[in-house]
């Protein structure tokens, strides 16, 4: 008896759907490209449960009759090529001629569609890829296709979906890539009873963005535009001062279809970098026209991706539309780069300079601020870091009463006594002078004071080092003290303590702040959420929020760019708990509240870092996890300045 047989179609249809429907999105994804290739200009998406209960696309296409109906739900029935030469020069986004049959097979799918000047329609009802129910019925111009209880009989893989906001959000996301690749069509997205896609199908590319992304992103933008023999590229990239964390909001269009293209995003990171004061990604909506014949779509099961007959080619002409799009006629990049907000952010090419602790002035408080908070004060920034990973140790209590100026600091640390002699490692030295002597007895008592605490093992901060590493030590070795890092993990585990919710500050001069509508339907959803972090909002128009209150601990300036990094890592977050996402957002607003690298802290406030850090939960390293503190013993010392054996 053979073992190889042929297998049924249900099963067929069940395996073709493993490559084409990965997830609700790749149904929206199937559904919304066969509606455009039908010459549809409104479409609607509504979907439930983040499509998993239900989706529903409505558009106003062609239509089909009642035998291309039944003909369009067979495997490998398609209108859109004739043989295998048609392959090299696809027009369409659909043309493989799978997506209704593998959809059905794993759902329990309808579909209603009727052509122009047919007085009814059809109907076609298909449960998990049983036999169809064909018949008429009545219905409007065009198609309209419901998806129901996806993966209602393949349960091992509804399992691997993700929770329904992830996978609504996901939906989102490609729906705005659409609307941006087809700015002449109108689509409108209802998640549940809400609207969150409005796009007005105008044709204008500009209006499109606006619609999704809003007016502040509206007003950062600069078009493209460049043409040679065989290309043509044009859209729209923002100015380097409007980043995000990701590259989500970048669209990549070849010939009306969205795909992902390494080279493509690696030439707008190239023409970004002399510009860009920190890490980000500009928006960017990038829209290529070449030979059909020059590029292969059948690539990749989904379509996502593509091959080109001449890749760097692409990748030149995408460099060059980005680069004279932020450098017009007439200006360099420099100029460019100087109207990017908070503009001190600049990389430094300086070397490493000391810089000794000194004396708080008496005018201010703690932190050189208006607030007893170190995070409160205006502080310089520069770029990130990532401290070396060796040696690291927690810091014990500093005493926050003792004053030291650097002298003070550095007689402490060379073990100055009572009598006025130094003790050296060769025995003891009396002072230059008699007078010397007598000058130091005045502070003799504070001088053994703070002796004592240093041969206790507490550390004595002594200057900084480029602004961004704290230098101590103690009586056996020396300390580097990542001062961001450091003040991160004693506000993160401060607010983390805070399970009634961080205390915020009033604002006098309260924030309009303006969000897309997918960062709206967030802040609406988490509002409960921002609250307990200490923001307090409301709505005061669309898609606008009046921000009132802030956290204590952060500064006013900081506040926005904490707020919508917020909303960032809330898109990305795929916690499923809300202490998972709260400790998120914490962690956000901890980095983003923190010292900054480029402050320069005199000798008190590094003595508050310490004591502070030496008494949180968890000083060893900060939330992301790199080290707040290395110490050098005085081995280790000697033996890297190879001192040993002496």
């Known amino acids: 008896m053979s073992i190889v047989h042929v297998l049924d179609e249900n099963t067929i249809n069940k395996i073709a759907a493993g490559e084409v429907v990965e997830r609700p999105a790749s149904v929206i994804k199937e559904l919304i490209e066969n509606a455009i290739d039908a010459g549809a200009d409104r479409i609607e998406v509504e979907i439930q449960a983040g499509g998993t209960s239900l989706m529903r696309v ?34 369409t986004l659909g043309f493989r001629g799978e997506a209704l049959p593998t959809i059905a097979s794993v759902s329990r799918f309808s579909m209603r569609t009727r052509q122009e000047g047919e007085e009814l329609g059809t109907l076609v009802l298909i449960t998990g890829g049983k036999e169809p129910e064909i018949r008429e019925t009545g219905c409007s111009l065009g198609t309209t296709v419901q998806v129901e209880d996806l993966f209602f009989n393949t349960p091992a893989r509804k399992k691997f979906l993700k929770t329904n906001h992830t996978e609504a959000s996901k939906i989102n996301d490609f729906l705005v890539k659409l609307a941006l690749s087809h700015p002449e069509i109108a689509f409108r997205f209802i998640n549940g009873s809400k609207t969150s896609v409005v796009t007005p199908g105008n044709g204008n590319l500009y209006d499109a ?27 729209y990239i923002t100015k380097p001062n409007m980043l995000k964390s990701n590259r989500g909001w970048q669209t990549f269009i070849v010939n009306g279809r969205i795909i992902q293209n390494k080279a ?6 190239n023409a970004y970098r002399a510009m860009i004061p920190k890490s980000g990604f500009p928006l960017a909506v990038l829209n290529l026209t070449v030979p059909q014949n020059s590029i292969d779509v059948n690539v990749h099961p989904q379509k996502t991706e593509m091959k080109f007959e001449d890749e760097s080619r692409m990748f030149k002409a995408v460099y060059k539309a980005v680069l004279d799009a932020l450098r017009p006629a007439g200006q360099q990049l420099h100029d460019i780069a100087a109207v990017v907000p908070k503009a001190e952010r600049h990389y430094t090419m300086e070397p490493m300079q000391f810089i000794p602790a000194s004396e708080p002035a008496a005018s201010k408080n703690d932190f050189g601020g208006s607030s007893s908070s170190p995070a409160k004060q205006a502080l310089s920034k520069t770029s990130s870091y990532n401290a070396p990973r060796t040696i690291y140790e927690a810091v014990t209590r500093v005493s926050p009463a003792e004053h030291m100026s650097f002298h003070e600091a550095q007689e402490l640390l060379h073990g100055r006594t009572e009598q006025g002699t130094m003790q050296t490692g060769n025995g003891s030295m009396p002072p230059a002078d008699s007078s010397e002597a007598a000058a130091e007895k005045p502070t003799a008592e504070k001088a053994h004071g703070l002796d004592a605490m240093a041969q206790d093992g507490n550390i004595i901060p002594i200057g900084q080092v480029d602004l961004c590493y704290i230098i ?12 961001h890092a450091a003040h991160e993990r004693v506000l993160f585990d401060k607010f983390s303590a805070m399970a009634e919710g961080i205390p915020s500050q009033q604002l006098l001069v309260h924030l309009v702040l303006s969000f897309d509508g997918k960062e709206t339907e967030l802040i609406e959803t ?13 709505p005061c128009g669309d898609r606008e929020f009046r921000l009132m209150e802030v956290p204590s601990d952060v500064p006013v300036g900081e506040a926005e760019d904490i707020l919508r990094e917020i909303l960032a890592d809330l898109q990305e977050h795929h916690a499923t708990s809300a202490k998972e996402i709260r400790k998120a957002c914490i962690a956000t607003t901890a980095c983003r509240a923190a ?27 900060c939330p992301h996890g790199r080290p707040t503190i290395l110490k050098f013993s005085s081995d280790e010392l000697a033996k890297m300045f190879k001192r040993t054996g002496f």
Do not use: C, W
Request: aromatic share 6%; no cysteine.
């Open 264 to 269: 493509m995003a690696k030439a707008i990171d």
């Open 209 to 235: 963005i606006k619609s999704i992304y809003g007016k502040q992103t509206a007003d950062s933008l600069l078009a493209l535009d460049f043409e040679d023999a065989e290309l043509r590229l044009s859209g």
């Open 526 to 538: 988490h509002r409960e959420l921002f609250r307990n972090l200490g923001f307090t909002m409301e």
């Open 58 to 91: 409505t558009d106003n296409g062609k239509g089909m009759s009642m035998e291309d109906a039944k003909l369009a739900i067979q495997r490998h029935a398609t209108s859109k090529i004739q043989d295998v030469g048609d392959l090299l020069s696809i027009g």
């Open 595 to 621: 010292i900054k690298a480029g402050e320069e802290l005199n000798l008190r406030q590094m003595q508050i870092l310490l004591e502070e850090l030496s008494t949180t939960a968890y000083p060893y390293t």
């Open 472 to 483: 101590a030590q103690d009586a056996k070795g020396l300390y580097i003290v990542d001062q």
